[in-house]
């Protein structure tokens, strides 16, 4: 399944359904290697579930985003040099030379949610010469990485981390040496969280750290986003 390319789900409700239907457009690859899709939608629902969804959910989902309205207003980080990478397109994220650097092709495809469109498109890179390869990017504003460091053990596997000043975590289902993805979040500023999420070939698993080409796309694109006002 190429990226772009969205399944409808059957009977799901409020922004379950807008998090389903995301999740599906941008790890379709990484589905075929048995990967991170079950901490990229915990992840995702953080986003999907944020202050504004006014909706009481399902009680299962709040759970699992730890009442995400609520610890909203209490970011409790601070970004020396924040940056507004949600003032871009989401192909804007990632530069062509980022791109090339990474062995992408810097020419992104981006994806709306046709279910909920008041939520950020996402842009998916490939690669040029390994076809499970893609990184993509996303910008979620009104989104503090504390939220992440407070819903902690709904991951399978959480690891908080630095990339050039900027608080980051990566939130999957399993280590990412058992895995063919990885899914990490970085603060681009005090309410603002960029993910990043990168796939690479089954027969890879264990050989090749997904984390690793998450982390030099957030580290490669963060320099070109402007700064936050």
Request: with cysteine.
């Amino acid at each position: 399944m190429r990226f772009g390319r969205r399944k409808r789900f059957g009977r799901t409700a409020g922004c379950r359904e807008a998090e389903l239907i995301i999740v599906n457009s941008f790890v379709g690859k990484t589905h075929r290697g048995g990967a991170v899709v079950g901490g990229l939608i915990l992840g995702i629902t953080l986003a999907a579930c944020s202050s504004g969804s006014t909706g009481k959910t399902e009680p299962s989902e709040e759970t699992a985003t730890g009442n995400a309205t609520s610890s909203a207003s209490r970011s409790g980080v601070d970004i020396a040099n924040p940056k507004d990478a949600a003032a871009l397109d989401p192909c804007e994220l990632l530069t062509n030379e980022a791109a090339n650097a990474l062995g992408m092709n810097p020419r992104g495809e981006s994806s709306p949610n046709d279910l909920k469109p008041s939520l950020p498109d996402i842009c998916q890179w490939e690669s040029v010469e390994k076809s499970f390869n893609s990184v993509s990017l996303t910008a979620f504003p009104g989104r503090s990485i504390q939220q992440y460091y407070d819903n902690k053990s709904t991951y399978g596997y959480f690891e908080e981390l630095d990339i050039s000043g900027h608080p980051a975590v990566i939130g999957n289902t399993k280590a990412p040496n058992e895995s063919a993805g990885c899914a990490m979040y970085m603060a681009a500023s005090k309410n603002q969280v960029v993910m990043s999420s990168a796939d690479i070939a089954p027969d890879d698993i264990g050989k090749v750290n997904p984390c690793d080409l998450s982390r030099k796309a957030l580290k490669l694109s963060l320099p070109s986003w402007p700064a936050a006002k």
